[in-house]
């Protein structure tokens, strides 16, 4: 199943904008660890809506600058209306292809919960590696596809979808994240193949907070961009959701839903040739 960038649209995005709390605080984390400085020359892939753009241009300060990209045209929009600095620009671009981009030009690019939707993930490292300064850094949090089977709502998407009308048309090992995920080990691999040194790769428990199951789902729609249920038909999508969130709903509490899942944080450094 392929990454559909075609699904997004003015409501998802502002939703995402609205609701992506976890991405923030992981994304946020991330660029602690990534150690972002103050003057330095910073690109954030996959920008999506620019929320985390927002948080490091104001710790790169006015001596440094931010290029945010991301291929949705509709995020790339929210992200330039919220932009207050000029020193801060988003564009429509993806991981794959930076060619707008010089050589050794970059301090730090991170891709915070873009990883797994990026689907030449070997010519995207090689994009990201060719761009950093030698001694620059690249930061990514991603899915552990290895836990995937853990996420409670993961097992309650596939059991509902297990079931008749959609188990006749429907494959669950068809979701675009079980397609495109990979695993902590997997992505070690990677960025050693495309010439990066591994300096942190963990992968951390995080929990997830809804009021509702509806909201849950709204989450997962528009942090996919439309790709949570795009294995189902269009024509049982509405249906599917309704009995996703019913079964979500059954564990209910009175502080609401609360899911656990796994996301790698990994820290990457291009050496210079003096170490
Ligand atoms: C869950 S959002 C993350 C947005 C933002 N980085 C954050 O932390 O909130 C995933 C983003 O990945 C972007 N994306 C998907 N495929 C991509 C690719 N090949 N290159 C760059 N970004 C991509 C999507 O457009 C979407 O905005």
Redesign the pocket.
Known sequence: MT?H?TL?NEVLAKT?DEI?DS??H??STLVGELEVKSGATVL??????G??GRYVVEIIGTSGSLIG????AE?IRIANEKNEHSNAVYKI????DLGSIADNSIDVA?????FH????KVT?LREIFRVLKPGGRVGI?TGAKELNSFSEIQQITDSVLKREPYAAVVKTEDATLKKHGLTATELIQLLTQAGFTVENIQVKKITGSHATAEDLIKHHE????GNYLSHVPESLREQAKADIESEINKGRTKDGIQFDRHTIFAIAQKRSEHG
């Open positions: 990454v960038l997004d995402y992506s991405q923030f992981n994304g954030d892939i996959g920008c999506g809506t929320r985390l990209i991301d291929p949705l995020r671009g993806s991981a794959e991170y891709l915070s919960a873009v939707w990026v689907t030449d995207a949090t528009a942090s996919s961009f």
